[in-house]
């Protein structure tokens, strides 16, 4: 369109932009993903994969969508469509971030219905969670979320607080880059470092540390297979954030100054180490408890409410434990709104906070959906992880390393040896490792989830497929 131009609001200063793309990486996967595949993936022998996927594909692509949002200065799909024209390029690739785009709208609209269930989580940990077992925890889980006891008024309470999320998400995105993204996050992301040494330190003095340390830490080399280079690939593209046109967007908001590799560096650095630490706020308790290390939201709302009860001052820490991802989990949601936002508002007489209030009401219709009906929660979890978002990260990797010329991203990346590797890696070494994560991760995650048997070969890579208990 030609009337859409370059981005006016900036940055107010480098600590700021850290802070908002720390908060944006750094979300619940950092807690319950990344600490339990570690330890079941080889321990420090992921950790080694993991850390070696990060340089070679996590920070590649993210340097190269710091790029390509300040050499545009516009929204996702702004941007890379004026990338293309500006290299005589069709205008088809405007596929990639558009993707990208919807993808982040996807993720969001369950993220907000899990931060819900935080807050609710939160509020009941006031009370605390003084002698419950697996079996209560679980109960009052299903309870909570509306699966249990009285479900429609659970359900109803849960909406209740979708909507208070919702709408302070609306009301910070609402207020722009540098009054509210910007500012939200300089006061919550070092709120959330505080926190997080808080109940690393209280975990660490009254949990099981050292069997915590050797599940997380200890190599493990004969555990490492395909399935944990898979593992370390993708913790490395779904943990920093790229492939949803996140990035880009910040990136159009960047000053000249900025030195894009430095920031880059500290963004997947302090990401690496908030979730290296996370494993040290969760698991020393959960196996001073005698629980079960499992993944996935059943860590959070089932066994971390029975490890904190079985603990003297538990009580006091799981308040702080569960403000502490509500925190990750409000950097990480306004930064997901803002790529919808961004583009929204280069539209004609769209206004910024008429796009957020959009997005809002939008992402509320569709997470009331899943409030009452959680399969489509687990559908849209599937689509977004396992097909849209690698799928999206595909094509940026192949317009970054391939349509754009070395010239289009000197002026933001540089000359001589930092642009010389990058370029080699983002056009040999990512595109195929990402294309390994849209294949083989969207066949192990449709076996895994949905048990569709995969053909005898893939097995060998993948693992046996799912077999039906015996009744």
């Not at 709104?337 to 509320?364: D, I, K, N, P």
């Not at 192990?444 to 893939?458: C, E, S, W």
Request: with cysteine; proline share 4%; glycine share 14%.
């Amino acid at each position: 369109m030609a009337g859409i131009g370059r981005k006016t609001d900036k940055w107010g200063s480098r600590f700021g932009f850290i802070m908002a793309a720390v908060g944006s990486s750094v979300g619940l996967g950092n807690f319950w993903r990344f600490p339990y595949t570690a330890g079941e993936e080889g321990g420090g022998a992921f950790i080694l994969i993991y850390m070696m996927c990060v340089l070679l594909i996590g920070l590649p692509l993210l340097m190269a969508e710091y790029a390509m949002g300040r050499k545009s200065g516009m929204s996702a799909v702004e941007g890379i469509q004026s990338l293309a024209r500006a290299e005589s390029r069709s205008q088809n690739w405007g596929i990639a971030p558009w993707i990208g785009t919807l993808t982040a709208f996807f993720i969001l609209s369950f993220y907000v219905v899990i931060s819900a269930w935080l807050i609710a989580f939160l509020i009941q940990s006031f009370g605390g969670f003084d002698g419950m077992d697996a079996a209560a925890s679980g109960q009052n889980f299903a309870d909570t979320i509306g699966q249990g006891e009285h479900p429609l008024r659970s359900k109803w309470y849960i909406l209740f607080l979708l909507a208070c999320f919702i709408g302070a998400n609306a009301f910070v995105v609402g207020r722009g880059i540098k009054g509210g993204i910007e500012k939200a996050s300089s006061i919550l992301m070092p709120a959330f470092f505080v926190m997080l040494i808080v109940v690393v330190g209280f975990s660490v003095t009254n949990g099981d540390t050292a069997r915590a340390a050797a599940f997380i830490l200890q190599p493990k080399w004969e555990d490492v297979g395909f399935g944990t280079f898979l593992a370390g690939i993708g913790q490395a593209f779904f943990s920093i954030g790229v492939g949803v046109g996140l990035m880009i967007t910040y990136g159009a908001y960047l000053s000249k100054d900025t030195d894009i590799t430095r920031s880059s560096l500290i963004v997947v650095g302090s990401d690496t180490l908030v979730a290296l630490i996370a494993g040290f706020a969760i698991f020393p308790i959960v196996f001073a408890a005698g629980l079960d290390p499992a993944g996935g939201p059943s860590l959070f709302f089932i066994s971390m409410p029975v490890a904190f009860g079985a603990i003297p001052g538990g009580a006091i820490f799981a308040s702080v434990f569960f403000a502490l991802a509500l925190f990750a989990a409000f950097t990480s949601s306004i930064s997901l709104m803002e790529v919808g936002v961004s583009w929204l508002e280069e539209r004609q007489g769209v206004t910024r906070l008429g796009a957020a209030c959009g997005m809002g009401f939008a992402l509320f219709m569709i997470g009331a959906a899943y409030v009452f009906s959680l399969e489509y929660l687990d559908f849209m979890d599937f689509m977004t992880e396992g097909l849209l978002l690698p799928l999206g990260g595909l094509l940026t990797v192949i317009f970054a390393g391939w349509v754009l010329s070395r010239e289009m991203l000197t002026s933001e990346l540089g000359e001589g040896t930092v642009m010389n590797l990058w370029r080699f890696v983002m056009r040999w070494f990512v595109p195929p490792f990402v294309g390994i994560i849209l294949v083989f991760g969207f066949m192990d995650k449709i076996q895994d989830q949905y048990h569709v048997p995969l053909p005898g070969a893939l097995t060998v890579l993948l693992g046996p497929n799912w077999v039906p208990p015996v009744e």
